[in-house]
Each structure stands twice: as C-alpha cells, then as structure tokens.
C-alpha cells in the first residue's frame, strides 16, 4: 500500500486566495483525520470522519475552514478566503475502526501551507 | 476529558547511553496510549502502542515503553541510544468507549550527540 497520499506537498498561495488541500486515505481505513502544525500551536486536530461522516469538527478554527469526504477514498480541506495566519503543515491521517484491533494512525507526509 | 502532558520540551542523550521520553496521560477509562516519532519534513510514524496486557510494550527502531497506572504514564525508553534517533516524539492517548479522538501531547525533541 503506498500509504496516505497528500496533495499538494507545498503550496504558496496569497491572502485572500482558495486553498484545497487533497488526501486520499490508505484503503480499509474508515476514520480520517485533519491535523495542523505549527511551532506555537504543536499538532492541532481540525476534523474526523469516521465511514465518511464528519464526527468532529470542533477543531476547525473558524467558518473559512472546512472539510468534506465525498467517498471512502478522498477527502478534501478547504480554507476560503485564505489568511497569513493559516501557513502551517496540514496532516491528513487515517485509521480502521477500534474493533478491528488497529487503532493508530498512519501520516501522511503533510502539505506545507504559506499564505502570503 | 482527555489530556497527555510531555513535560519535557528537549531531552539531550550521549550516543550509547538510555534514553527516556516522559509521558503522563488523563482518561475517562481504560486508556489506548501511543508513541509516534516525527523526522524533519516527515509525516508522524507510529513507533508502539499499549491497548491492553503486558505493561512493557516493544516497538519499532528498539524503542519500548512502560504502561503505569496508577502514576497514568507511559514513557517511552530505549536502552542504548543512536544519533538517528534525534527527533521530536509524540505521546498520545485514546478512550476506548467507542470514540475516536486521540489526544497528542506538546512533543519533545530527542537530541542524541555523537
């Protein structure tokens, strides 16, 4: 498996601008989750699905944020419009269900955010 | 609520000598606790898990971490460190009533000298 893929790997953009950040999770995995990191803030979760159906959202910092998992196999973050203040590095991650007896979570390699 | 504290920001080590991470944790529960190490421009790794059983947990790289309850930590040792080792290490914690929110601590950053 190649793992969790994140789109795109670094991204400058310029305040006010639309950013969509892509992850596909690793198949069989029902839970996915959004990460921010930041040196002042450590690693933040923004949002997590679990079978494509958004659970927890109170990480999202405000209404420019938001998420979406169309299927199994996609899920998007979108900040519009974007601020200076959002640069940081997006992490998707995903995991099985509890049940199954694996529950950590596998990274991907993170999207390096700049807002200009 | 859940809470994972790392009260160390940067843990210096010789090369050869042991190491430990320090982890204390909170939990409505019976607890899922997690390592997980982060390399510069990498993504987190997951390096050892304690779900239930044994209190000593063997993972990747040589690491292992000790499962203590009645002090609520989990701190991650490994015998004999590598200058490869040198990165920053993540504490985490779950409840196992059925959600799915793991809580990650602040991080401390593991500096192995040659």
């Known amino acids: 498996d190649a793992g969790v893929i994140q789109s795109p790997r670094h991204e400058v953009t310029e305040m006010g601008q639309e950013v969509t950040l892509r992850c596909k999770p690793i198949s069989g995995h029902n839970s996915l989750f959004w990460y921010r990191q930041t040196m002042m803030r450590g690693l933040e979760l923004l949002i997590y699905f679990n079978n494509n159906v958004p659970i927890d959202d109170s990480g999202m910092p405000e209404d420019r944020f938001s998420a979406k998992m169309p299927n199994a196999s996609f899920s998007t973050l979108k900040i519009q419009p974007s601020e200076p203040r959002d640069s940081a590095v997006y992490f998707c991650?995903?995991?099985?269900?509890?049940?199954?007896?694996?529950?950590?979570?596998?990274f991907g390699p993170g999207t390096r955010l700049t807002v200009l | 609520a859940q809470s994972v504290a790392q009260p160390e920001d940067q843990v210096n080590v010789a090369e050869g000598n042991p190491l430990t991470v320090k982890c204390t944790y909170s939990?409505?529960?019976?607890?899922?606790l997690f390592w997980y190490v982060q390399y510069p421009n990498r993504g987190l790794q997951f390096l050892l898990k304690y779900i239930t059983g044994d209190n000593l947990v063997k993972g990747s790289y040589g690491f292992e971490a000790e499962f203590n309850k009645s002090q609520t930590s989990f701190h991650l040792k490994k015998p004999s460190a590598l200058v490869s080792d040198s990165a920053l290490y993540f504490c985490?914690?779950?409840?196992?009533?059925?959600?799915?929110?793991?809580?990650f601590g602040a991080g401390t950053r593991l500096f192995v000298k040659a």
């Open positions: 985490a914690v779950r409840d196992n009533t059925g959600g799915f929110k793991t809580i």
């Open positions: 939990v409505s529960g019976n607890p899922y």
């Open positions: 991650a995903s995991s099985q269900a509890p049940g199954q007896g694996l529950v950590e979570q596998f």
